[in-house]
């Protein structure tokens, strides 16, 4: 069975055609980006662009696309955003939902997480966003960029901060900023030197300690089962079931739980049991 919505950020369908012993049932969230080409102004080969888009901002110098440079850059975006996003997080199925008979034995399927990523020039299609990108001139090393504005550079890998023993932290931005389009924040939001209602770009809400520095919604690129928050609250959305606060329901892991059977299900309502005795 297929159970899909299209939100106003994303698309998600929950596939339980897919299930077996061995295979969990699949979360898809798909997300459609259109790219705009930001040009010098009047057809000039180069010219400047506002750091963030902002007319009160620092001006770079940036300079035409040519259709090669264009469609290679929106194939790398597409595909290493895709590829570092997809089939990272399962959530453990802690609901009677999905069960499904095989050879005389129930199970309980899990749910795997996917993302696909479908990105096309702005003017083609439908977009969840519409993403302007501009390409910086040779002598530029930084651009001030945003989940709305990037610049051709944003796929490289870059060292974004240090951690506390000095070491290089990088990152490649356009995996954060994919991040915010499926609603996460930043690493540190909501703690007392990041309040949810102050600047949450402010340097501090990228991460203090260093096992927040290093996170992908800080300055670099590890993902941890928290990220897994937008496939929580789909399947909440699709099944009914569960509580996002807190990971209890569909408790994200980050690595492959194969279904359980009836049995291995009460064994493990009974583990926890006896756990909080």
């Not at 950020?9 to 929950?14: A, F, T």
């Not at 996170?215 to 990220?227: D, E, F, I, N």
């Not at 807190?246 to 009836?262: E, F, I, K, N, S």
């Amino acid at each position: 069975m297929k159970n899909g919505m299209s939100l106003a950020s994303y698309d998600i369908e929950l596939n339980s055609d897919v299930c077996d012993p061995y295979n969990n049932a699949e979360l898809t969230i798909t997300l459609r980006l259109g790219f705009r080409q930001v040009n010098p102004a009047g057809g000039a080969a180069e010219g400047t662009y506002h750091d963030y888009g902002d007319a009160t901002a620092p001006t770079r110098k940036i300079v035409k696309w040519t259709k090669g440079a264009w469609e290679l850059w929106k194939s790398d975006f597409v595909k290493s955003a895709q590829n570092y996003w997809n089939g990272k997080f399962w959530l453990v199925n802690n609901f009677n939902v999905m069960e499904f008979k095989y050879k005389d034995t129930v199970y309980r399927p899990n749910v795997w997480c996917r993302f696909s990523l479908i990105g096309s020039d702005h003017d083609k299609g439908v977009n969840n966003f519409v993403i302007d990108v501009v390409r910086l001139h040779r002598t530029e090393n930084w651009f001030g960029s945003h989940s709305r504005l990037y610049d051709n550079r944003d796929t490289n890998s870059v060292q974004k901060g240090t951690d506390s023993g000095g070491s290089a932290i990088m990152q490649r931005a356009h995996v954060h900023e994919v991040g915010h389009l499926l609603g996460l924040g930043h690493v540190d939001e909501g703690k007392p030197h990041c309040p949810a209602g102050g600047d949450t770009n402010a340097s501090a809400c990228y991460g203090v300690a260093d096992v927040d520095k290093n996170s992908v919604m800080g300055q670099g690129m590890t993902l941890t089962a928290l990220h897994a928050a937008p496939w929580r609250k789909s399947i909440r959305q699709l099944t009914g079931k569960g509580n996002v606060i807190g990971l209890t329901d569909w408790a994200p892991v980050q690595r492959r739980h194969y279904p359980r059977t009836a049995a291995e299900v009460l064994a493990r309502r009974a583990i926890t049991l006896r756990l909080r005795r």
